[in-house]
């Protein structure tokens, strides 16, 4: 955007709305610019219109209210994202610590929410464990069925275990 005021529109010479007659006590001129700007919007007599740059905006006739309500509307977040901007730059000169509090704190609030469902899991030393321990199970205990052909014992070659030497022992 250039530094031009000429190449946009100026809200107070566009004609419509009505003059803002009551300016709140200790508002800012930031909210008379809001005020005007919903003053002027509410002039048109539109409730609903396509976001700037739009290509339902492009389609707009230009002289359809709907079009100046949404350039209305882009200019009014273009001049809050500029004063908040401006305010972080603001504090981040006079206040760095408080900067650095407001600008983290979006991050602050995820991250402690996430550490609750990452304290739940498991860590990798903790699963390997668990998986050491269900490795380790205690031998099986080997069981001759009737009818089936006797079973090797393991670590005794030679010898097998039948259904008729388990029923003996």
Known sequence: MTGRTDSRPLLAHAGRGRPLRAVPEHAMAGDITALRAETQVAALGVD?????????????????????????????????????????????????E?????????????????????????????????????????????RASPGWPPIAIPGQPGRYLTFRQEQAE
């Not at 609030?109 to 199970?137: D, F, G, P, V």
């Open 48 to 96: 609903d219109w396509p976001r700037y740059g739009t290509p339902e905006w492009l389609q707009l006739n230009p002289r359809d209210p709907r079009c100046y309500a949404a350039t209305l509307e882009a200019a009014e977040l273009y001049r809050r994202a500029e004063a908040e901007r401006q305010r972080l730059d603001d504090l981040m000169d006079n206040d760095p």
């Open 98 to 142: 408080a900067w650095w509090h407001e600008i983290t704190a979006d991050a602050d609030a995820y991250a402690a929410r996430q550490s609750r469902s990452l304290a739940a899991r498991q860590t990798a030393e903790e699963r390997r464990i668990a998986a050491a321990r269900a490795s380790h199970r205690p031998p099986h205990q080997l």
